[in-house]
């Protein structure tokens, strides 16, 4: 049950970092989440940013 508790703490952790970075990105280029390439900034964070985590996370 402890195994279960920690995954799931992990993947929110690494959600709201992630959610973060993409509120600091997104108000220095000064793109709208609603747009074409807002929605490329919120994949590639979340996409590349999640595998990146994952792999750290992994080798640790």
Do not use: D, E, H, Y
Request: aromatic letters at 12%; proline letters at 0%.
């Amino acid at each position: 049950m402890m195994r279960i508790a920690l995954f799931i703490a992990t993947n929110l952790a690494v959600l709201v970092l992630l959610g973060i970075v993409l509120s600091i990105l997104q108000g220095v280029f000064g793109i709208q989440l609603g747009s074409t390439a807002g929605l490329l900034l919120f994949a590639a964070i979340f996409g590349f940013g999640g595998a990146f985590i994952s792999l750290l996370i992994s080798k640790w």
